[in-house]
């Protein structure tokens, strides 16, 4: 378990506005498929990212995405072990992968197989036996991956008509945010505290059919979050709704609030929602510190990765 220390921040990022006829692989840069949200923001978000830019082929609603990632401290230079990507399929697709840090103890580096994991995903997408099948796609993306390690991941696809499907295995989240409000949150998957559900390259993992489906009908104007648990053990959903709130497009909230995760990992005196939870677990500071009116706080140095989408109609 790795409490907050005193480490400096590193945050390597790009933005660029782009219409995409190929999926985007991402495992340490920032992008965006758009700009602008929110009331009069809002227009001038429809005029620079017209869903018709995402899809060529007609749609009602469609994604615009902005996308960040800062990897742990500790492994700025091998770019951290998160990977995710984003695509104009349909509606939209993204995802998120978090490699399982502990392969590195068996000489393994645990980026390969998130990296991997995401890639074939990004190609399977589209797929014809995939279907608009978030749990399907984990399945054939899984299925294709030959490195080794483990990963726990989440993948959100949208349709045409605003249904949102959603498949996760672990503790990557998402959340959607209307109107000021989270009106839907993924669960975590955990066998036990610090320990989630993941998938592997051994048979001993879990398979898409441990994974957690949902779906969600969303609005034009409705705001996803998706991340790693990097962000969601050190970043409250009332600090997210706010984070959303004040930024001016996709770009700068994804950037924002990796940024407050970030900041909030080395902050040894911050309650994080990491260690609200490792002290529901029992584990807090010795018995003579909690005398002293101490207690167990902290963020949770890891690796970050925030993806922004806000459904954008025709």
């Known amino acids: 378990m790795e409490m907050a220390i005193s480490l400096i921040r590193t945050s390597i990022s790009q933005s660029q ?35 018709s830019q995402l899809n060529p082929i007609r749609s009602e609603v469609s994604f615009c995405v902005g996308t960040h990632l800062i990897p742990h401290p500790n492994k700025v230079e091998r770019g951290g072990e998160d990977a995710f990507f984003v695509s104009n399929y349909n509606g939209g697709a993204i995802a998120v992968a978090d490699g399982v840090s502990g392969w590195a103890e068996q000489n393994v580096d645990p980026s390969l197989f998130p990296k991997e994991l995401m890639a074939n995903a990004s190609n399977l997408v ?116 706010s984070t959303i709130a004040r930024c001016r497009d996709v770009v700068e909230a994804a950037k924002a609030l990796a940024n407050l995760a970030s900041n909030h990992s080395m902050d040894s005196n911050f309650d994080s929602p990491y260690s609200l939870e490792a002290r529901s677990k029992g584990f807090d500071v010795p018995l003579w510190r909690k005398i002293l009116g101490m207690k167990l706080t902290g963020g949770k140095l890891d690796d970050i990765t925030v993806v922004v989408g806000l459904v954008v109609s025709s």
């Open 126 to 241: 589209g797929d014809e036996e995939v279907n608009n099948d978030p749990q399907f796609l984990l399945r054939k993306a899984h299925a294709a991956t030959s490195s080794i390690g483990s990963a726990t991941v989440i993948v959100a696809m949208l349709e045409r008509n605003g249904i949102l499907k959603i498949a996760s295995v672990g503790d990557c989240g998402l959340r959607v945010i209307r109107e000021g409000q989270i009106i839907f949150s993924t669960s975590p998957q955990e066998h036990y505290f610090d320990c989630p559900y993941q998938l592997s390259s051994e048979v001993v993992g879990q398979t898409y059919l441990d994974a957690m489906v949902s779906n969600v009908e969303l609005m034009e104007g409705d705001t996803i979050v998706m991340g790693s648990d990097g962000l969601f053990d050190n970043v409250f959903d009332h600090e997210i709704v």
């Open 17 to 51: 506005c782009v219409s995409v006829s190929h999926p985007l692989i991402h495992s340490l840069r920032s992008s965006t498929l758009s700009s602008i949200d929110e009331s009069l923001r809002r227009k001038r978000l429809l005029s620079s990212c017209a869903p």
